[in-house]
């Protein structure tokens, strides 16, 4: 059974910064395409970062592009995000996630079928 345990979340003033991780379990994130989401009240899931099976550049929204890194250690199995200097509009719910395979290479949430209960980012002064 696929698992993906995040942490890190919390209350940030602007222009701070929060470290995100994603451990996973019954899966091996090299295996697949990974990615970070969010989503914020009354709008939908967006795409924030996702990495390919290659590890290569990863992609980012154009809103986080610049502040937000992600990353994997694939000997711990374990996903990150480094979010800097963030911003109010930053405040959402993140959600790590798995592609279903084959799939993921659009960053998009329809393409992803595991994924981690979510842990609120609150960018607040």
């Known amino acids: 059974q696929v698992q993906l345990a995040e942490s890190g979340g919390g209350l940030v003033q602007p222009g701070g910064s929060l470290r995100l991780s994603c451990a996973a379990s019954?899966?091996?994130?090299?295996?697949?395409?990974t990615g970070w989401f969010r989503q914020a009240p009354g709008k939908e899931r967006e795409g924030v970062s996702c990495i390919s099976l290659t590890d290569g550049p990863p992609y980012y929204a154009p809103s986080v592009k610049g502040r937000f890194t992600a990353s994997r250690d694939n000997a711990k199995n374990t996903m990150y995000l480094q979010m800097n200097a963030l911003k109010p509009e930053d405040t959402a719910v993140y959600f790590c996630?798995?592609?279903?395979?084959?799939?993921?290479?659009?960053?998009?949430?329809?393409?992803?079928?595991?994924w981690g209960q979510g842990t609120q980012v609150t960018v607040s002064s």
């Open positions: 019954g899966l091996t994130l090299h295996y697949v395409v």
């Open positions: 996630a798995a592609a279903r395979p084959g799939s993921g290479y659009g960053c998009r949430p329809s393409e992803f079928g595991s």
